[in-house]
C-alpha cells in the first residue's frame, strides 16, 4: 500500500518515491531478480581494505577463564538477534586483555556474522556497542561507508534469498562454517546512489526501531513487576516500614492489609499470620496432551529455541511442522518453563493459546489470586538455583513438577495475594499487546524486505 509506505518518515521525506519497477527492468542475480541499474560488485570491494572481514580471535587468544566481573565486552554468536545484538549475559575482558584484542574491536557500523552453525545469523553494530569485542565464533564484515551504506547492507545479508545461498556456501556436513574468503567472495547488487541505500534502510529501520521500542517497554515492564514482587513478597518491605513507623508508599487500604510485626519460622523470618507453604499449594502443572496429527497447521508451536532467557515477554514461536512426538497444549496466560538444564532459565508467559515441547513444563496458578504470586516465584534466580540443584540425569539433567511443587514459599493471606495481580495484570496485557504489535511490524518489514532491496518498489 504505497499511502502506508509514504506515511514513515525519511531522512529527506520529499526526495523518497516509492514505486513498482516494471519486470523488464529487473536482472537475475544469485539471489534472484534486482533492478537493472542495480551495480553487482563482491563484499571485498565494499569493504575497508585490509581490515574488511576478519575472524574472531582463536581459542589459545582468548579462554573462557579470562573473563571478569568489570571490563570490555565481548559478543559471541549467542548474542547475535535479528539484526541487533542482545545484551543479556554479556562476558567482559579485561583492560589489559582489551589492548591485546585490540585487532578484534567493533566500530559502530559493523556487521558480526555466526562463524559456525547458524552461519546466517548477523548483527549490525549500533553506537551503543563501538569498542566492544568479538569472539571466535564470529566473522566481523566492515563496510566502507564511501562506498555502500552499512545498515543497507545489513538488511541485504537478511534476505531470505541470501540466507539461503551463504548456507548453501558454507563448508563442512554437521557443522557448517564460514571463513573470511567465502564471506570476501559473494557478490552483493546495490544501488550506486547511497541516498538511496539510506532511504530504503530507512523505512525497514523505523519499523526495526518499532519493534525494538516494544522490547525495552516490555523489559522496564517486567522489571517493574518483579520489583514489586520483591518488595512484597521476599523482603517484606510494607511489613518493615510500618513495624520502623515509616510510610509503606501504599494506598491506605492496601497498606492495612499488611501485618504490623515479624514471627520466626523455618524459612526465618515471616510476617505474622503468613505461613510456610510450597508452590504446589497454589499452583498446578497442567497436562493437556495431544499428537503431532491431530495439531492445525497454523497452531503456534512452542520449543526450548523459542523460550526466552530470564524474561516473562515470550515473544517467539513457530509453526508445528514435522513434530513427530506427543505435545503439550498451553492456553494464553499460562506459564511455561524449561525443564533441562540449562533451560531453567528459560520461561515465559504464552500470549498465544498453542502447543509447546514436553520438554517445557505448562503452569498456571489454582486460583487467579494466585497468578502474580506463581509468577514472581518460577521466574525468580532462586528458583531456577533450585531446579538446578535437584535436576536429575548425567547427559541431559531435567527437573519435575513433583520437585518445583516442592519449592518452599511463605504464603501471606488471600487479600494481599489478590492484589498484587491487580496490580501487575496491566502491566503483563501490555506486554501481551506489544508482543503481537511487533510480531505484525514484523510481517511487515519482512514482506517490503525483498521488494524493497532488490529495487521491485
Known amino acids: ?79 547475535l538477534g535479528d539484526n541487533r545484538i542482545i545484551h543479556k ?134 522489571a517493574m513487576a518483579r520489583a514489586l514482587f520483591k518488595s512484597w513478597f521476599v523482603d517484606f518491605e510494607p511489613v518493615r516500614a510500618k513495624v520502623e513507623g515509616r510510610d509503606t508508599g501504599l494506598p491506605k487500604e492496601i497498606a492495612d492489609l499488611f501485618p504490623d510485626s515479624f514471627e520466626d519460622s523455618e524459612l526465618g523470618e515471616m510476617p505474622k499470620g503468613w505461613r510456610v507453604a510450597s508452590l504446589g499449594d497454589v499452583a498446578d502443572n497442567i497436562r493437556r496432551n495431544i499428537q503431532p496429527d491431530d495439531i492445525p497447521p497454523s497452531t503456534p508451536y512452542i520449543g526450548l529455541e523459542h523460550m526466552p532467557r530470564r524474561c516473562i515477554a515470550l515473544s517467539d514461536w513457530g509453526e508445528p511442522e514435522e513434530l513427530e512426538s506427543n505435545k503439550h497444549v498451553f492456553k494464553r496466560g499460562e506459564m511455561l518453563f524449561g525443564k533441562l538444564r540449562p533451560y531453567f532459565h528459560k520461561m515465559g508467559v504464552a500470549a498465544v493459546d498453542g502447543v509447546c515441547s514436553t520438554d517445557i513444563v505448562v503452569i498456571a496458578s489454582k486460583k487467579p489470586e494466585w497468578f502474580g504470586f506463581t509468577l514472581g516465584h518460577i521466574s525468580s534466580v532462586e528458583f531456577v538455583d533450585y531446579t538446578n540443584a535437584g535436576s536429575t540425569g548425567t547427559k541431559m539433567p531435567r527437573t519435575s513438577w513433583h520437585e518445583m511443587a516442592r519449592y518452599p514459599v511463605v504464603l501471606p493471606q488471600v487479600n494481599i495475594a489478590d492484589r498484587y495481580p491487580g496490580m501487575i495484570q496491566p502491566m503483563v496485557d501490555q506486554i501481551a499487546a506489544n508482543i503481537h504489535e511487533s510480531r505484525t511490524i514484523a510481517a511487515q518489514r519482512d514482506a517490503l524486505l525483498p521488494k524493497l532491496l532488490s529495487g521491485e518498489l
Open 89 to 222: 549475559d554479556l562476558p567482559r575482558v579485561s583492560d589489559k586483555d582489551r589492548e591485546r584484542l585490540s585487532k578484534y574491536q567493533l566500530r559502530e557500523g559493523d556487521i558480526v556474522f555466526s562463524r559456525v552453525g547458524s552461519v546466517d545469523r548477523r548483527s549490525l553494530v549500533r553506537k551503543e556497542e563501538d569498542g566492544w569485542l568479538f569472539s571466535g565464533r564470529c566473522l566481523r564484515v566492515r563496510p566502507d561507508n564511501h562506498k555502500i551504506d552499512s545498515t543497507y547492507l545489513s538488511y541485504f545479508f537478511g534476505l531470505p534469498a541470501f540466507k539461503e545461498h551463504i548456507r548453501s556456501i558454507a563448508v563442512g556436513a554437521t557443522m557448517p562454517s564460514l571463513n573470511t574468503q567465502l564471506l570476501s567472495g559473494i557478490f552483493v547488487p546495490h544501488p550506486k546512489d547511497l541516498e538511496e541505500q539510506r532511504a530504503i534502510a530507512h523505512v525497514l529501520g523505523t519499523l526495526d526501531d518499532k519493534i525494538e521500542l516494544n522490547r525495552r517497554m516490555n523489559e522496564t515492564l517486567e
Open 1 to 79: 500500500d504505497h499511502r502506508d509506505l509514504h506515511s514513515f518518515p525519511t531522512r529527506r521525506s520529499s526526495d523518497l518515491i516509492i514505486d513498482a519497477t516494471k519486470p523488464s527492468d529487473m536482472k537475475m542475480t544469485n539471489y534472484g531478480a534486482f533492478a537493472a541499474d542495480y551495480v553487482v560488485e563482491r563484499l571485498a570491494s565494499l569493504c575497508v581494505p585490509g581490515s574488511g572481514v576478519q575472524t574472531g580471535p582463536f581459542g589459545s587468544q582468548l579462554h573462557q577463564e579470562d573473563y571478569v566481573a568489570v571490563g570490555t565486552t565481548i559478543i559471541t554468536v549467542e548474542h
